[in-house]
Each structure stands twice: as structure tokens, then as C-alpha cells.
């Protein structure tokens, strides 16, 4: 299957400093991505949608001047956490799916990045 | 707006036993994707199985099969000879297939399964 990979797996920074977390498809192109959110033991809560060359789309109750979302090409999508505090230490992941059409359901998912803000 | 119910926990089998993961959904949606995922300790997300929606047939992945009762809502997933590497959290989700859908999965809240020797 094609390959998703997230960089970095884990990170600790300080708080009020900002995080930046990369996301890309190394085999496709990816139209859409995703970013989701899970928290110790629970399930993933997607978090945006991420659009080759537009502003993302931020589910609700989620702050997007917190939580930039860039996707500048195809093949890469960025969240930064901007101002990190300890509420924001989580497990961020990201997915991809192939082309634009919901036809290639297969989403292919990133290693997932570990977030602890100290 | 589409949820997604698992409400099994946890759950454990003994190997080369079967076992059956519970999931109940809701939507006013007619076309739909229906997923298992498995996330291993390592937090991969590793697809399981898929099942289409207007597919009556359930859908069938060597030890995987699902029992896909559309009217019900309920997509259930049935792992024949269990392994010691079936041990993860399973997670159930919806995709809608509509137009003008981006593909986002909703999930359930998952099932950790522990495969015992």
C-alpha cells in the first residue's frame, strides 16, 4: 500500500513555545489530508481537512490560530501547534488519501507524532 | 450527523479461538464506506477490512469477515484463528460516499483486544 510518513514520532517542548509536525505521501499524490487528535486511550478525533492550496477546514471546537494547518503541495501537509501548553500533550496523526475522489477509500495513515508540552 | 458505537471495551480470546467485535452506527446517509481499523501498540493505523455499502455480500479478508446488517446498522467483525499479533485496539468507522464528501472517517471509540497464548 502507499506510504504515509509523519515526522517527527515524538517531541517534548516547552510551553507557550510552537511545534511544527509534517505529514506526507511518499508514493502519491495526496488532494486531502487529514489531522486527528488522540487522547490516552480514546478514539481519534478528526480535527481538520487539509486541501492542496486552500484554507483548511476546522471541525468545530477546534481553534485554527491554534492549530495552523498548511498543505502547500501535494505530497506534504504541516500542522504547527502554535503556543503549546500541557493541555495540548496528545498523539496527533494525520491520514491521506489517493487523488480527490472519495472512490479510493483506502485513507493511508501516518506513524502518528507524540506530543508532550512540559 | 454520523456516530459510531463500539460497545465492547475490551475483550480478549485465546488463540486460534474466534472472536466478534460489536459496532452500531447511525446515519440518514444511503451510500456509506464502512472500515475496521487495527492500531497496534506501535499506534499505526493498519486498515482491516472494507465494506460498500450498497455491497450486500459481506465483505471477507482471510481470518477477517464482517456481518454487515445494513437495515440493522450493525457491522460487526468476526477474526477466525486468533493470533497473538491480532492484540490492538480495533476501531469501527463510517465514511459518507455522497458528493461533495472529502472522505473524513468517524470512529468509534475502539475495542482493545488481548489475544492470549
Known amino acids: 500500500g502507499a506510504v504515509v510518513s509523519q515526522h517527527p514520532s515524538r517531541v517534548i517542548c516547552k510551553s507557550g513555545t510552537s511545534v511544527k509536525i509534517e505529514c506526507r505521501s511518499l508514493d502519491f499524490q495526496a488532494t486531502t489530508m487529514f489531522w486527528y487528535r488522540q487522547f490516552p486511550k480514546q478514539s481519534l478525533m478528526l480535527m481538520a481537512t487539509?486541501?492542496?492550496?486552500?484554507?483548511?477546514?476546522?471541525e468545530q471546537g477546534v481553534e485554527k490560530d491554534k492549530f495552523l494547518i498548511n498543505h502547500a503541495s501535494l505530497t506534504l501537509s504541516t500542522l504547527t501547534v502554535t503556543s503549546a501548553h500541557p493541555e495540548d500533550s496528545s498523539f496527533y496523526i494525520c491520514?491521506?488519501?489517493?487523488?480527490?475522489?472519495?472512490?479510493?477509500?483506502?485513507?493511508?495513515f501516518g506513524q502518528g507524532t507524540r506530543l508532550t508540552v512540559v | 450527523a454520523q456516530t459510531v458505537t463500539q460497545s465492547q471495551p475490551e475483550m480478549s480470546v485465546q488463540e486460534a479461538e474466534t472472536v466478534t467485535l460489536s459496532c452500531t452506527y447511525d446515519t440518514s446517509e444511503n451510500n456509506y464506506y464502512l472500515f475496521w481499523y487495527k492500531q497496534p501498540p506501535s499506534r499505526q493505523m493498519i486498515l482491516v477490512i472494507r465494506q460498500e455499502a450498497y455491497k450486500q455480500q459481506n465483505a471477507t479478508e482471510n481470518r477477517f469477515s464482517v456481518n454487515f446488517q445494513k437495515a440493522a446498522k450493525s457491522f460487526s467483525l468476526k477474526i477466525s484463528d486468533s493470533q497473538l499479533g491480532d492484540t490492538a485496539m480495533y476501531f469501527c468507522?463510517?465514511?459518507?460516499?455522497?458528493?461533495?464528501?472529502?472522505?473524513?472517517?468517524?470512529f468509534g471509540k475502539g475495542t482493545k483486544l488481548s489475544v492470549k497464548p
Open positions: 487539509s486541501n492542496e492550496g486552500s484554507k483548511a477546514t476546522y
Open positions: 468507522a463510517f465514511m459518507k460516499r455522497s458528493g461533495g464528501s472529502q472522505g473524513n472517517l468517524i
Open positions: 491520514s491521506a488519501r489517493q487523488g480527490a475522489s472519495t472512490m479510493n477509500t483506502e485513507a493511508f
